[in-house]
């Protein structure tokens, strides 16, 4: 066990980098981060059309989720391995491919969680804040987005946690991220894949305990602050 | 002061789908008066009230504010918006703003006022609703009564030269109808040009100038308050009025 660490810790963590790409667990982090930044601003550019008075936003994004929500994140990833080439005339490298099927698939996912938070507020709000005068955007910015996003805060963490371990999915179109990586060394160890793979689930483990434990600290503290809509009626 | 009404209905209707809300309401206010609006519930009082600042559609007539029709297709329905106060049954505080914030929003976001100067404005509003000490404070930390005066303080915060009550003491404690109630008699006193749905009677004989009495989604009766308590003209106004005085009367029949 010890030889496997000291023989191969290297090779997990970056992949053939400096020989050859950059790989393995650094290469998921990066694809992680990276797919959760792109994700949550198409998820919230989605939810927002989701809830939106005009048919000719609404109608296309409603039915562009319910394609994606009704297909698995696999099918999604060969869409966009072997579809997007034959319509742009040239292939894409697996990490933007990637990429942009996680993005496309969590935003679809995040996007009913935005539309949900945005729908589960008193209809008084909206109102409230569009009788003072505030336009639907600054309405939507400083009074319904704020409380709806905190209170979906559970949902959209979970859905990003998701994110990082569909990651690994990026092995069946060769992404040499760390589950391609684990498996390779698996190929050249042959006698130790328990070990090995075991040190792949405390990996993601660590990864996405991570990112839960900061969301609950967040919340802990958000939730300092009164939120519930507050009229004791 | 000009001559022309603050609000004028022409022959307004409007239906949720085949129930006819308001029956062809023409109307008018005068700048400076005070106008109670009272009727039995599902009457049409609040689709009344909340179609003068655009909150509910209408499908047919036109309301005019200060002479602009505020029921066209216009663009600057929020520009028209921020001069007309209204204040809701259920608060509609924002949750996650303390009471100073929730004061300063429109103000600083509409009016484009600085932050210093919005405070001032909100902290005499606040310190003349008697909340000044609870500045800080958040909706969920406020009584019902509290939370009715500042979501008042918001509305004033935006200096309208009009502004909307829908049954503002209906949601609240009997011990806190006072407290509410106070503050809006003094908006009244001040010349401010009130329109308010409300049940409170008592309210309504001391400080309107005139009681419109709404049912089945049309304005039945217009009168002083005088006259309206002592000899309502229209039987279901009559009707009305014996209800609320004797509760129990309409179980015995």
Redesign the interface.
């Known amino acids: 066990m010890i030889d496997l660490l000291q023989n191969y810790w290297l090779y997990f963590l970056l992949g053939q980098y400096p020989e050859g790409p950059l790989g393995g667990l650094t290469l998921t982090i990066l694809l992680s981060v990276s797919a959760l930044l792109l994700a949550s601003p198409v998820g919230l550019l989605l939810g927002l059309a989701r809830v939106s008075q005009h048919r000719a936003l609404r109608w296309p994004v409603t039915a562009l989720i319910f394609v994606v929500r009704g297909s698995p994140l696999l099918m999604v990833i060969f869409w966009a391995y072997f579809f997007l080439p034959s319509v742009t005339g040239q292939q894409t490298d697996q990490f933007p491919t990637m990429l942009i099927a996680l993005a496309i698939f969590n935003g679809a996912y995040l996007a009913e969680i935005v539309r949900a938070g945005i729908q589960a507020l008193p209809r008084g709000q909206m109102e409230s804040a569009r009788a003072l005068g505030l336009s639907y955007t600054t309405a939507m910015r400083r009074v319904i987005l704020p409380q709806a996003l905190r209170n979906s805060l559970p949902s959209l963490v979970n859905q990003l946690v998701t994110t990082i371990k569909e990651t690994s999915l990026g092995y069946i179109i060769g992404l040499a991220e760390v589950s391609f990586i684990a498996s390779q060394i698996n190929i050249q160890v042959l006698t130790m894949p328990v070990q090995v793979y075991g040190v792949l689930a405390l990996t993601y483990f660590v990864l996405c305990f991570g990112l839960s434990r900061i969301a609950y600290a967040l919340e802990r503290r958000l939730a300092r602050r009164p939120i519930s809509s507050g009229a004791p009626v | 002061m000009s001559e022309l009404p603050i609000v004028e209905f022409r022959a307004v209707n409007k239906w949720y789908g085949r129930y006819h809300a308001l029956v062809d309401v023409s109307e008018t206010v005068q700048r400076g008066e005070v106008v109670v609006v009272c009727g039995p519930s599902g009457s049409g009082k609040s689709t009344f009230i909340r179609t003068i600042?655009r909150?509910e559609p209408i499908d047919s007539g036109t309301i005019l504010l200060d002479g602009r029709d505020i029921h066209r297709a216009v663009s600057d329905v929020?520009?028209f918006?921020?001069?007309?106060g209204?204040v809701?049954q259920?608060?509609?505080?924002?949750?996650?703003l303390n009471v100073l914030d929730n004061c300063m929003?429109?103000p600083m976001?509409?009016r484009k006022l600085g932050a210093a100067e919005a405070k001032d404005r909100v902290m005499t509003l606040l310190d003349r609703v008697g909340l000044a000490h609870k500045a800080t404070a958040?909706?969920?930390?406020?009584?019902?009564g509290q939370?009715q005066r500042v979501?008042i303080a918001?509305?004033l915060a935006?200096e309208p030269p009009l502004i909307l009550f829908d049954e503002p003491t209906s949601?609240l404690d009997p011990e806190m109808v006072g407290e509410v109630l106070t503050v809006i008699r003094d908006l009244a006193h001040r010349g401010m040009t009130l329109i308010c749905v409300t049940h409170e009677m008592g309210f309504a004989r001391e400080v309107a100038d005139r009681i419109l009495f709404m049912d089945h989604g049309a304005v039945l009766e217009r009168a002083t308050p005088s006259e309206f308590f002592r000899q309502p003209a229209h039987p279901r106004a009559r009707q009305f009025l014996a209800d609320i005085r004797s509760p129990f009367a309409p179980a015995m029949r």
């Open positions: 600042n909150l929020d520009e918006r921020s001069g007309i209204f809701f259920q608060f509609n505080l924002f949750p996650h929003l429109a976001s509409v958040f909706p969920a930390e406020l009584s019902g939370q979501a918001r509305a935006m949601a």
